[in-house]
T-cell receptor, first 112, second 113 residues
Framework: EPEVTQTPSHQVTQMGQEVILRCVPI?????FYWYRQILGQKVEFLVS????????KSEIFDDQFSVERPDGSNFTLKIRSTKLEDSAMYFC??????????FGPGTRLTVT | DQQVKQNSPSLSVQEGRISILNCDYT??????FLWYKKYPAEGPTFLIS?????DKNEDGRFTVFLNKSAKHLSLHIVPSQPGDSAVYFC????????????FGAGTILRVKS
């Protein structure tokens, strides 16, 4: 069964460094998302992406964040200058039809 | 942001019995609701969904009930199995492609054998 994959599973970085989290959505899906879950908190929406454009973004998704679909398979989330509070699990999701979103296993980002 | 609430942080049920997980929402614009199951160190796994034109949707052991007037939904698992032990998240959305999911805080279900 097709699934969303994410790499790396765990990323440790120093404050102020740039990180890129990678996702391969399900191949025939058209809508892509990033969510995050800070330890002990809810899963929060960051951004949605369709047709090579951001469809919607949350207040969390400020100028330090960017997303890109550099080729036909990958979908990336870049954090330009990481802060301690960016430490979280980051989940990629995709949807085709009808409306259910399918999530990847997540990347645990630890900022030290 | 309290648009989707799961007021029970945890639930413990005996194997073979029914598990009932509850969820309330405040935004009457939501018209699509989903339940996800999550194991530690894994991503949420889609379980079952329901649109606001229905009041019940069933898939095997899982049934979701929607009460629009009360802005309440519930997930019933019958019979509960030890492998069902996980965190269950309720999520709400607008029934359009590309819309974000708004999640509840989750309920930890423990099924005792």
């Amino acid at each position: 069964e097709p699934e969303v994959t994410q790499t790396p599973s765990h990323q440790v970085t120093q404050m102020g460094q740039e990180v890129i989290l990678r996702c391969v959505p399900i191949s025939n899906h058209l809508y892509f998302y990033w969510y995050r879950q800070i330890l002990g908190q809810k899963v929060e929406f960051l951004v949605s992406f369709y047709n090579n454009e951001i469809s919607e973004k949350s207040e969390i998704f400020d100028d330090q964040f960017s997303v890109e679909r550099p080729d036909g398979s990958n979908f990336t989330l870049k954090i330009r200058s990481t802060k301690l509070e960016d430490s979280a699990m980051y989940f990629c999701a995709s949807t085709g039809a009808p409306y259910e979103q399918y999530f990847g296993p997540g990347t645990r980002l630890t900022v030290t | 942001d309290q648009q989707v609430k799961q007021n029970s942080p945890s639930l413990s049920v005996q194997e073979g019995r029914i598990s009932i997980l509850n969820c309330d929402y405040t935004n009457s614009m939501f018209d699509y609701f989903l339940w996800y199951k999550k194991y530690p160190a894994e991503g949420p796994t889609f379980l079952i969904s329901i649109s606001s034109i229905k009041d019940k949707n069933e898939d095997g052991r899982f049934t979701v009930f929607l009460n629009k007037s009360a802005k309440h939904l519930s997930l019933h698992i019958v019979p509960s199995q030890p492998g069902d032990s996980a965190v269950y998240f309720c999520a709400a959305s607008l029934m359009e492609y590309g819309n974000k999911l708004v999640f509840g805080a989750g309920t930890i279900l423990r099924v005792k054998s």
